[in-house]
Every structure is written in structure tokens, then in C-alpha cells.
């Protein structure tokens, strides 16, 4: 008997059944929909930690999708492999009649699916793409002339100028729409080559009254001040949509937030080379010290500054770090050790649950003074003075440091004064 033809959607940042631009193309098709997720040997076999919580997240994630999908007469279709050699499998497996991604935008994700369309369009196979994981993407928000925004808060004015309610329409998923019955076939996480975690993840729900005092708390690492939705919005367990719709009535501040990552990922998109070095052409040429034995004590807390190595050990524990202390951590390395903020990005690379490539590099190049919307190079935060205004009763610091005050807690490794100065010499040499 001839094969069933099929409209093939492509789980990627997206996993959710929930207003979801691409699954609600798919069920337009008015064919039996399969959903599909490819665990990508290319980016797995790149992660050094086998206890990387991400793709534990990305397991419990996918496993209730499948019951979801099975209640609803479906199935989720799960591979391993390279992308492309998966597709070219699935299309001697199937009578794919077309498939429907949402876009990604990183560097990696747009040269796979050019490949991955080319030879799809190349048996027939129509590729269906659409705009998901942002409101307004690539090239929608530029200035009157056409050119990309460098600094974020005219291209936070124009982006909200731009906002109209079909910006934000929910798209509706069927759950009873015709779907592609088939048999479980989720992965063990051994079988990836990872251990668990140990990880507690946070909740996916949007806590509302967090983000009704946004603006007042979000500073302040000892209290329940941030959403901690970073993850969601990493991997879709979230719409965004829902997100801006809900927020625009609670906190403009917090909306912002939202806006600054689609600022990132449009400078990315515009100017690709900050994937590999500065945004700022003259800042390439500063003399880092990069000693490796100061990095290392970076990286496990203990620089002899509290309010660094407080954060650095809740990064190292719980794959979060709170956005305060992400800054004063970034600059701490870069300024104040002269170690090359990229060796920091790929340290938060790896650690950080909410990694998204686009944010941790234009973040990274802010607290560096590099970046496009960069704090100057002279602004260098002093771990002491950010401590006492906010975390003034050391909660977060003892909290995490809890030999603060004692004779095993380390001196600090640089002194303040002198490395501020160093830090400047070096910038202003780099920048004649």
C-alpha cells in the first residue's frame, strides 16, 4: 500500500502545543500531522558537562509533550543524529508531503536549516518557516533610513511604536486535529551519553505578582525578585506572545527585558561578526593577561570577593545566575583580572540554564565595554560598593559563601584600586 502522505512539523525552541506559529500552519494542511524533535549530535557531543541539565529539561520536556500528544491520538517522533542525515532517513521512512519549523536565528541554526530545506525542496518536500520566538525579528525594527539599531533604548521606543494586537494574536492549536499516530520512542538520557543533574528547574508559570514589582526588586539577589523564565523562553516551554500580552499590564520594566533579547538577537543578525570578537573593532586589540590560574578561581567562587563568588558558586550549583550579579561577575573578570571576556561568555555558555547565544554575548560585551550599547570601558564596578547596596545584610552573600567570615575564606586575588587602574591603562593603550 502507497504511503499516507504527512505534513512534518520540527520541534526546536519551541516545545510546546500551546500557541505555536508553525504546529498551527502544519494542522492548516489539512494532513496527518507527526511532530518530530532531533536530538543534535552536533550540538550534545560539543557539551562538556554529561550532567548538563538542559538536556534533562529538554527529556522531561519532551515526555510530556508525548502524553499529551498520544491523549490526543498522536505521537512525537524523536531521532539522534546529525540533522541532516536524520532528514535524509525520515524522507526514505515517509511520504513527507512538507514540513513547518519556527525560525531560529543563531549562526549554527540558520546554515543547518539552509541545508536542511535544500534538500527537502530538492525531492519535492516544501520547507514552511515562520516567526515564533520573537515578536519582531531580523530587520522589522530599523530606523527611518533602514539601518539596524546599535543602542537599545531608541530601538525599544521604535519596537513599542511598532506593537499592535495582531503583533501578539495566539495561535491555536486543535487538539483533537488529525495527527500522526505513533509509538512512543523517547531516548533514556544514558542513551545521549548524560547523567541527571540533580537540577531543580524552575516553574514555567508567569508569577504575576514578581512582575507587578519588577522594577523594585529585580536588583536584589537575596529576594524572590526575577520570573527565572529565562529557560522557558530558551526552549519555548513558553509563548512569548502570552508573555509581552500579560506584561504589557503589569511592569514596563520587565517587558523591557523581553525587548533587550530581541536586541541582541537582532545585533546578531545584523552584524554577525560579535559572534567571534568585539563589536568595536578597536577594543580586538586589547592585551589580556588571561591567567589561567586567576580564571579558575573565578570560576569556582573564590575570588576573596564575596559578591562574586557568591554568584559564582549559585552559577556552578544551580545552572542560574541572578542578572545583578551576572554584571558584576562579567566585569569582575574582564576589568579587574584582564582575562578576555570570551573565556567568560563560554564559562556562562556552559553553565547557565537559560543560555541563549545571542543575550549571553551582547551582555558579555556590554559588562566588557565592547558591545554595541556597551557600558563605557571606565565604568568598573566595585564588587564592594554593588555588595553594600544590594545586598546590604550579606543574606545572598551567606548564603552561598558561608565561610565569609572566617580565616578559610580566601584574600582577594587583585586588589580594587590597583586593578581598576590596570584595567584602564590596558583600554585606553588598546584604543590609541
Same mark, same amino acid.
Given at each position: ?69 498520544? =491523549?490526543?491520538?498522536?505521537?512525537? *517522533? ?23 519549523? #519556527? ?7 540558520? =546554515? ?44 525599544? =521606543? ?27 520512542? $523517547? ?41 527565572? $523564565? ?20 503589569? #511592569? ?80 569582575? $573578570?574582564?576589568?579587574?583580572? $584582564?582575562? #578576555? ?57 551567606? =548564603? ?23 584595567? *584602564? ?8
Amino acid at each position: 500500500m502507497p504511503k499516507q502522505p504527512i505534513a512534518l512539523f520540527w520541534f526546536r525552541r519551541d516545545l510546546r502545543l500551546t500557541d505555536n506559529a508553525a504546529l498551527f500552519q502544519a494542522q492548516q494542511s489539512n494532513l496527518p500531522v507527526l511532530p518530530l524533535f532531533i536530538f543534535d549530535k552536533n550540538i550534545l557531543d560539543a557539551l562538556p558537562d554529561r550532567r548538563d541539565g538542559r538536556v534533562e529539561f529538554i527529556l522531561r520536556t519532551l515526555a510530556a509533550l508525548q502524553r499529551s500528544l498520544q =491523549k490526543y491520538g498522536g505521537g512525537l *517522533l524523536v531521532r539522534i543524529g546529525d540533522p541532516l542525515q536524520v532528514w535524509k532517513s525520515l524522507i526514505r521512512e515517509y511520504r513527507i508531503h512538507s514540513v513547518y519549523v #519556527n525560525r531560529d536565528y543563531e549562526p549554527y541554526a540558520v =546554515k543547518r536549516d539552509e541545508q536542511v530545506a535544500s534538500l527537502l525542496q530538492a525531492h519535492g518536500i516544501a520547507w514552511h518557516s515562520f516567526k515564533d520566538q520573537v515578536v519582531f525579528e531580523k530587520g522589522e525594527v530599523c530606523k527611518e533610513n533602514g539601518e539596524p539599531y546599535t543602542v537599545f533604548t531608541p530601538y525599544m =521606543k521604535k519596537w513599542r511604536s511598532l506593537l499592535r494586537p495582531e503583533s501578539l494574536k495566539s495561535w491555536t492549536i486543535k487538539d483533537r486535529a488529525s495527527w500522526f499516530a505513533i509509538e512512543s520512542n $523517547l531516548p533514556e538520557l544514558k542513551q545521549l551519553g548524560f547523567q541527571p543533574s540533580n537540577l531543580t528547574f524552575p516553574a514555567a508559570d508567569l508569577p504575576e505578582e514578581i512582575v507587578l514589582h519588577y522594577d523594585q526588586t529585580r536588583n536584589f539577589p537575596a529576594l524572590a525578585g526575577t520570573t527565572r $523564565l529565562g529557560l522557558h523562553l530558551r526552549f519555548g516551554t513558553v509563548s512569548l506572545r502570552e508573555l509581552v500580552r500579560r506584561g504589557m499590564l503589569l #511592569n514596563e520594566t520587565w517587558v523591557n527585558e523581553l525587548i533587550w533579547r530581541e536586541f541582541f538577537m537582532q545585533i546578531m543578525h545584523h552584524f554577525p561578526h560579535v559572534v567571534d570578537g568585539p563589536f568595536k573593532a578597536a577594543y580586538a586589540g586589547i592585551r589580556w593577561q588571561n591567567d589561567e590560574t586567576l580564571f579558575a578561581k573565578w570560576c569556582e567562587g573564590r575570588t576573596g570577593y564575596p559578591l562574586v563568588d557568591a554568584g559564582m558558586r549559585e552559577l556552578n550549583a544551580t545552572g542560574f545566575l541572578h542578572n545583578r550579579v551576572r554584571m558584576v561577575c562579567a566585569s569582575f $573578570l574582564a576589568k579587574h583580572l $584582564l582575562i #578576555n571576556w570570551q573565556w567568560g561568555e563560554k564559562y556562562f555558555a556552559d553553565k547557565l540554564l537559560d543560555f541563549e547565544l545571542s543575550s549571553n554575548n551582547g551582555n558579555w560585551q556590554w559588562a566588557a565595554g565592547c558591545g554595541c550599547d556597551a557600558a563605557p570601558y571606565f565604568r568598573i564596578f566595585s564588587p564592594e560598593l554593588q555588595q553594600k547596596r544590594f545586598d546590604p545584610k550579606r543574606a545572598y552573600i551567606k =548564603k552561598w559563601v558561608a565561610e565569609v567570615d572566617t580565616p578559610e575564606y580566601p584574600k582577594p586575588i587583585v586588589e580594587h584600586k590597583q586593578a581598576r587602574l590596570r584595567a *584602564l591603562l590596558a583600554y585606553q593603550k588598546s584604543l590609541r
